[in-house]
Structures are given as C-alpha cells and as structure tokens.
C-alpha cells in the first residue's frame, strides 16, 4: 500500500483549489466522477466521502475531487488505517477539530506547502539535542558512580586492614553523611536475630554533627517539653539512612565486590566483610535494615547475598500476623525451592518487674529462658519438651527483696572504706544499727571482760537471731540457703558491731577502746589461723602480754576496719559455696587470695557477691536444684577469672525445657520468631518472621515506642502488643 501527496486543500484549509504541482491525491477513487471547486473556494463535494472499508488501490479518489473538513476528519477517525495516517503524516485531529494550527494539522515527509511551517526537521534536531543531553547527563552520573564505588571501597579496606590489629572505637565518616562502624565477632551483634554470621561486619548508619542548637528552639511549651520526655531520644541512639540513600550504598558496595567490574580498576580485589545499613523506614515496606554479603568460593567472590528487614507495628491485632503456609509459599515461590525446612525460637521472660507498695522496683534483673526446636507446625505454638533451652540471667546486686540484702548492705560499707582508703575521702554510709558504734564495741569488751570466752559463743548466738530477725520476710527455705556463720572469732564480731560508725572520729575511737584493753590484758580473744589482719597480729601479740604501738591516724584506722570486714565477708561467702557443695576450697582460691593488694582484694569479693546473689535468686525463685546450681556457679567463677565485673552481663545456662516450663507454658513470649530456609551451604537462602514486644532494632522510633506497657505487671493478663519483622534474603551470582 502507497501514499501520495495530499491535495493542498489539506495542507491548507480554505484553499480555492488544487496544486497542479503535488501530483494526484491519495484520495482519489477510480468509481467517482470528477468534480470542480466552488468560486467561493469551499470543497464541494462530487460524490459521497469513501467508506472505511473502500480499497486504497488502483489510484483511488481523483485529485480534484473536494470534501469538508468534517468529512475528511470522520474518514480519516473511521478507517482502520488512521493509526499508520497519523504516524505518517503526523496529524493531530484535534487541531483540526478546533481550527488551531492550520499551517501544521498535515506535515507530510518530503512535501510542504508555501505557507507551512516547517516543524518536522526542526522537532527532529530537537529531540536529537535532549538525547545528547542526556547521554551526557548519563555519562557524567556513571563516573560519578563509580568514583563514590571506589572511595567506598578503599574507606572500607582502610578500615578492615586496621580492624585486623584492634576494633577502631570511633567510627570512620564517609561522605559527609554516613559514618562506618566495624564491629568484631566477640561484640553484640545488632542484627543478630537476622543474621547468624560470626565474622567481622561494617555497620552503616547516618553521621551526627554537632550543631549549636538554635534558641528559638529551646522555647517550647509544656505540651511539648512533656512529650519529649515521654517519647525516645533520637540522639540517644544511632540514627539511620534513608532507603534511598542505603540502597545507593549497596549498589556501590556490590559494583566493589564484583570481579567482572574491571573498569574501576582494583588492583588486587580484597574480599569486604558483610555491610549492613541501619534505614529510617521511609519506603511503604518500612525497611529498617539492609545488608550484603559477598559469597566465596575459596578466595574468590561467585556472588553476593542480599538482605532486606522490615518492620511494622506495635499491634495488638494478631489478625494481622502472618499465615504459616502462605510464608512458606511465597518462600517456595521466590526462590524456586521444593523442600522448605522450618525452625522456631521463642523467648520467655521468667522474672518481671513486680509491685511493692504499689511502686515498681527499677532493676536491671532479668531471668529469660530462649528455647529452639525444629519443625514449626503454626504460628505462636508453645515450644515442645523435646526443645533445646537456654536460661538467660542478667541480676543487679541490691535487691530490698533479696534473702542476701543484709549482707549486700555490708558489702556497701566495705566498698565505702576502700574508696576511702584510695582516695583519702571517706562517704560514711548511712549506720546499719541504731546504736553508735562506740556504745556497741564498749558494751561488746564489757560483755567479753566478764564472761570470757563462755559469751563468746552466747553473742554470736544472739547476734546471729538478730540478723535473722532483720530478714523475717524471708520464706523459712530462704533462710536454710545463706543464713550468719556460727563460728564468728572476735575480730569478725567487732566487725558486725563496727559496721555502724558514722565518722572517721568515732572510728578512731572504737579501736582506742580496743587496743587498750589488749594492752591491759583485759581480754584475750580468739581468732580464726590464717587471719593476715593488722589487728589480729596485735591480738596474736597479746597472747605474749606485749603489742607493738600502732598510730591511730591518717589511714591506719580505715585499713583496720577494711581488713577485718574483708576477712569476715571471704568466710561468710565461701561457707556458703561449700557448704552448698557448689564449689570447692581449691576453685575458690581465686576470688579469697591475699597475695593482691586490697583493692583487688575488695573487686574480687564483689565478684563472689554477684554470684552468690545469682544462686540465692535461682533457688529461690526457679526452685532450682544442685543438678542446675552446680553447672551454673562454674559458668559464673571461669567468668569471673577472665573478666571484671559486670552485673548486666547474661550468664547463659543450658537446660531442660521442662525445668522451667511452668513459667512459661501459659505466658505470652516477648519474642516468637519461625525461620523458613532451603538449599545448603552457600547456596542458602533463609526467609524469617517475628514477633516481638520490644522494637527489633534500636534505632527504630515510633510514636508507640515507651508509651504503651506491653509487659504483664503481678500476674494481669492484658493483651500484649507486637511488633512483626521479616527478613528476606535473595542471592545474586556473578558467575
């Protein structure tokens, strides 16, 4: 099928005739008769305008036939070649429509009337030079990519090389917008309920810069200074990327780790631990992590992981948690996987935060159980029996509760004489006893002087029920764990009544009194062999009827008490480890060693009280017996010889499910999670989703964050609210 030149009527609206020079119309048809334009220069119409279906062939319309303009518009919308006319010919019908652009309603290729404009090559040539913009444009944003690629690349192997020696405690800024955290396999992972990995990891998140705060924003009202105190602090934490801005990263640190991208011009391609960055949530998905890993095959990279985790929440709706088999569906659909394996983990809470005079005890103590098993048939089913379990325990000493709070309060004035005796300023705590020392050690040598060795054994009685009477709300099985010795020798009796004294006078005092009676041979006291003390050498030297001078000044008397309460606290802690058959004399020597200075001596004792506390707590609370207490004090002593203390570390027991599980079994868990995976090894791919109380990741911030309760408080059953996380991982091969 062929075109001809249309008449100039058609270039030309109102035209009186037409061009003898554009050759016959296209729209001539061999059945019509001729036809004459009008004097008046309008299109008079020799026969009716063809139909849609007329034939193109065998010469057509005559030239000289005319049409209006309405005619030809309805023929030319009607045929069925108005697409192939309208391309050609590069009419625009609704400029005819609307008598607008008479010079260019027709530009065909090739042909143009005197008085029409010439658009097309001119259209042409624009177009052309937006296409070489953008080419350019093009151009200039990949060199600028590969630029960013390559300085991303040697900030991250500057980095790593350093991390190789020791873990940088700053983080590096790249770009001015992002800092660089590189964090070691012996630290706490921030995306480790997402990703299993051991090694080294780059942690992305978004550069703080410290801007003087502008005044007028210091003015705030009530309302709102009461709401920001309610809501998290977004400078407390790390602050996270825009997805925008995270996704930009991991496509520059995939191009860095794929060796088929030899125009960045790496010289020796170094394999990069994974990278993971922090995001705000700002995409409808409210991604909050994303993070690559390359995938090796010996030295070389085969391809890369890619790890996406989102988050919504908190709800109390469980409608909105996932169906089981259709996660296991779209797992099975996206990755192409036949066979899905399932695996469930659940975290319980065994010890919340109880009430006590309708006021909540602020504590960092915490005994959680994480229990693991293998083929989840629903979504939030309890843990079978056959579980493998984990109990968590994280306990700060000094619980008014605790059984040990006595002693823990004499622990309080032994750390109050110590950092006297380093600093030379010493912070009386508050006395334990209501009468003054002084009156307590006069009565104590008085008592002594008249009844001798006979009351000896009658005050420690008595001084053991006072103790007890101190603690009598205390349950009875409480008492029978860690109960005041029965064999306190003289020095450790002095310490019970010294542990009053409210000033450095009065200390002084106490031991004047002392010192004379055993220079006057008033008193001849007892004490345990192998007591190493200032005072129980002058009383060894009494024996002899002759004691050295000691000076009652400067820091002399502070050491006194240190020591004889050092002495006295080591026996009561290791009575109880023995006496429990929890540890041996041997396996103790560590922490009652007297070969270190007594600072040390006194961080070690601290130690011994953390795990004492731990052991107390557990019989009390979880009714644990020696077959659980045993293996949980060795845990907590090689601990506490390879490192200092820390009470908010979580000593971390293997156990059987059905040791804890009426803790558990009617409870909600604070963190439920099912992992779907396939394939092996390397070629792995897992899908995860989860529930949890608490945000998943600290540098989320929502509206809800601290100011719903989600925890039960005294045993209440009120609906708890989640929050639901999935993470998804895709892999991409290189070769």
């Known amino acids: 099928m062929s075109f001809r030149t249309p008449p100039a009527a058609f270039c030309r609206a109102g035209r009186s005739g037409p061009d003898p020079s554009l050759g016959p119309s296209p729209f001539a048809n061999a059945a019509t008769g001729g036809a004459e334009p009008s004097p008046s220069g309008r299109l008079r119409r020799a026969r009716s305008p063809p139909k849609p279906g007329d034939s193109f062939s065998g010469g057509g319309i005559r030239r000289d036939e005319s049409f209006t303009l309405t005619e030809i518009i309805k023929f030319l919308t009607d045929s069925p070649f108005f697409f192939i006319w309208r391309r050609v010919a590069r009419i625009n019908i609704n400029k005819i429509r609307h008598g607008e652009g008479k010079n260019d309603c027709f530009a065909f290729p090739g042909h143009t009337a005197p008085d029409v404009v010439p658009g097309g090559r001119a259209r042409r040539a624009v177009r052309l030079r937006r296409a070489v913009r953008l080419r350019r444009a093009a151009m200039a944003a990949e060199r600028r990519r590969r630029r960013a690629a390559a300085e991303l690349y040697g900030s991250l192997l500057r980095i790593y090389e350093e991390g190789r020696e020791s873990l940088p405690e700053h983080p590096y800024l790249f770009e001015t917008d992002v800092e660089i955290c590189l964090i070691g396999g012996s630290c706490k992972s921030p995306i480790e309920r997402f990703w299993n990995g051991n090694n080294m990891i780059y942690i992305l998140q978004k550069a703080r810069h410290n801007e003087e705060s502008d005044p007028m924003e210091e003015s705030k009202t009530d309302d709102a200074i009461y709401a920001s105190e309610l809501l998290p602090k977004s400078s407390s934490g790390p602050v996270a990327l825009s997805v925008s801005r995270a996704k930009q990263l991991i496509s520059l640190y995939t191009m860095v780790q794929n060796p088929n991208m030899t125009h960045l011009e790496i010289s020796e391609l170094v394999v990069l631990p994974p990278l993971w960055i922090r995001c705000d949530g700002s995409d409808p998905e409210h991604t909050c992590w994303l993070g690559a890993e390359p995938l090796k095959a010996g030295n070389k990279i085969t391809g890369i992981n890619f790890y996406m985790v989102t988050c919504d929440g908190p709800t109390a709706d469980k409608t909105c948690f996932a169906n089981l088999e259709e996660l296991k569906m779209a797992h099975k659909m996206k990755h192409h996987s036949s066979i899905v394996m399932t695996k469930g983990s659940a975290q319980y809470e065994l010890i919340r935060a109880a009430a006590i005079e309708d006021t909540i005890v602020e504590s960092e103590s915490n005994i959680y159980v994480d229990i693991t098993w293998n083929t989840v048939n629903k979504i939030l089913e309890t843990p079978p029996l056959i579980s493998a379990a984990t109990l968590n325990i994280t306990l700060e000493s000094g619980d008014p509760r605790s059984p040990v709070y006595q002693l823990y309060r004499e622990l309080q004035f032994l750390l109050a004489l110590a950092e006297g005796l380093k600093t030379g300023v010493t912070e009386w705590p508050e006395p334990l006893e209501s009468e003054s020392a002084v009156e307590l050690v006069q009565e104590f040598l008085t008592d002594l002087k008249n009844k001798l060795d006979r009351f000896c054994m009658s005050e420690n009685k008595n001084e053991t029920e006072k103790i007890k009477s101190d603690t009598a709300v205390v349950d009875s099985s409480i008492k029978s764990i860690f109960s005041e010795r029965g064999d306190l020798d003289f020095a450790e009796q002095l310490w019970c009544k010294m542990r009053s004294v409210s000033s450095y006078q009065?200390?002084?005092?106490?031991?004047?009194?002392?010192?004379?009676?055993?220079?006057?041979?008033?008193?001849?006291?007892?004490?345990?062999?192998?007591?190493?003390?200032?005072?129980?050498?002058?009383?060894?030297?009494?024996?002899?009827?002759?004691?050295?001078?000691?000076?009652?000044?400067?820091?002399?008397?502070?050491?006194?008490?240190?020591?004889?309460?050092?002495d006295k606290m080591k026996k009561d802690y290791v009575s109880f480890f023995i006496g429990q058959e929890l540890a041996t004399l041997t396996y103790l020597d560590y922490f009652i060693s007297t070969s270190v200075d007594l600072q040390e001596q006194v961080h070690r004792v601290q130690k011994l009280h953390h795990m004492l506390e731990i052991m107390v707590s557990c019989t009390v609370l979880l009714q644990f017996k020696h077959e659980n207490l045993f293996p949980l004090t060795q845990i907590c002593m090689k601990y506490y010889k390879e490192n200092p203390l820390n009470e908010k570390h979580a000593f971390q027991l293997p156990i059987r499910p059905a040791a804890v599980k009426k803790f558990y079994q009617n409870d909600h868990p604070e963190i439920w999670k099912v992992d779907m995976s396939s394939g092996h090894g390397q070629k792995e791919v897992k899908t995860t989703w989860q529930i949890s109380t608490n945000p998943p990741v600290e540098h989320m911030t929502s509206n809800n964050t601290g100011l719903f309760s989600d925890s039960t408080v005294n045993g209440s059953s009120e609906e708890r609210m989640y929050f639901i996380t999935m993470a998804k991982c895709s892999q991409v091969h290189f070769t």
């Not at 009494?542 to 000076?551: D, L, Q, T």
């Open 506 to 566: 009065e200390l002084i005092e106490c031991f004047t009194l002392i010192i004379k009676s055993l220079e006057h041979g008033e008193i001849q006291p007892w004490i345990h062999q192998g007591s190493s003390s200032l005072l129980s050498k002058l009383i060894k030297q009494s024996y002899h009827g002759k004691i050295e001078v000691v000076s009652l000044s400067g820091i002399t008397p502070i050491q006194m008490l240190l020591e004889i309460g050092l």
